[in-house]
């Protein structure tokens, strides 16, 4: 199996990351924010967060779960 190249981000021209959806691209930051996803990824990612359901929810809903 081998493991393909990151998709690119449409509007910033580089590789999708989480910390590039999270803290650097525009593209999602009004989604970010109307799921309550602060752009501090450390704190969102915590193991004990109470944002796990809605992370889930905004890669969903953004069709990020499988380019991630």
Known sequence: MSRSPPPICPTCQIPISILHIFTDCPMYSSSLSYYNLLPDIELVLQETSQHIPNIF???????LHNKI
């Open 57 to 63: 929810r905004f890669l969903q809903a953004n069709n």
